[in-house]
């Protein structure tokens, strides 16, 4: 990137085409023994984050396209309404999962059936996406390194890339897309 800053879809397609430099690095061999796991992590934590700031975009939008509701506003903004210690409201920092983001997004602002798509593949990827994501950036105990291989990588990459086009396609409503390769 030439320029000091650029927009957040430049940046998700950054994070998007440079998995596909990773994953053909590890389907080709071309790496030395270690790096097919660090490779692997990268695609997995760059897939994520791609999703995750195309569902913040898509949130960011949602503010104002439509009248919300104070508690829809409150969770698009990550925040929460707390009774302090001197009996007062306050605004605190209240962590969404990324899959309850897309939830929302999908309920509120498109016409698919939750209970229809709870039952579909790719919300089964992204919440076992999800999860090996947490595992690699909030690692416990131990890490399972066995969730770091080319198979889960490509999963992820591939959730990720599917879950931007749905809600691009589903909630945004375009018929051309940005993320096509």
């Not at 990137?1 to 998995?19: Q, V």
């Not at 023994?33 to 939008?61: D, K, R, T």
């Not at 396209?65 to 925040?79: N, V």
Request: hydrophobic share 40%.
């Amino acid at each position: 990137m030439k320029s000091s800053s650029y927009s957040l879809i430049d940046h998700i397609k950054l994070l998007l085409d440079s998995n596909e430099w990773y994953l053909e690095k590890i389907r080709t061999k071309n790496t030395l023994p270690f790096q097919e796991e660090i490779f692997c992590m990268a695609v997995i934590s760059n897939a994520w984050s791609a999703l995750e700031g195309y569902i913040n975009f898509i949130a960011s939008l949602a503010k104002f396209a439509r009248k919300l509701e104070s508690h829809e506003m409150a969770f698009l903004e990550e925040m929460d309404w707390k009774l302090n210690d001197k009996g007062k409201f306050e605004k605190q920092t209240a962590y969404q999962s990324t899959t309850k983001k897309f939830l929302f997004l999908l309920e509120r602002f498109s016409s698919v059936k939750i209970v229809k798509f709870n039952k579909s593949r790719i919300w089964n990827d992204m919440k076992v996406s999800e999860k090996i994501r947490n595992g690699l950036i909030h690692p416990k105990e131990t890490i399972v390194f066995k969730d770091f291989n080319l198979e889960t990588a490509e999963m992820t990459h591939k959730t990720a890339k599917l879950a931007i086009l749905f809600l691009e396609k589903k909630v945004l409503k375009s018929k051309h897309s940005s993320f096509q390769s």
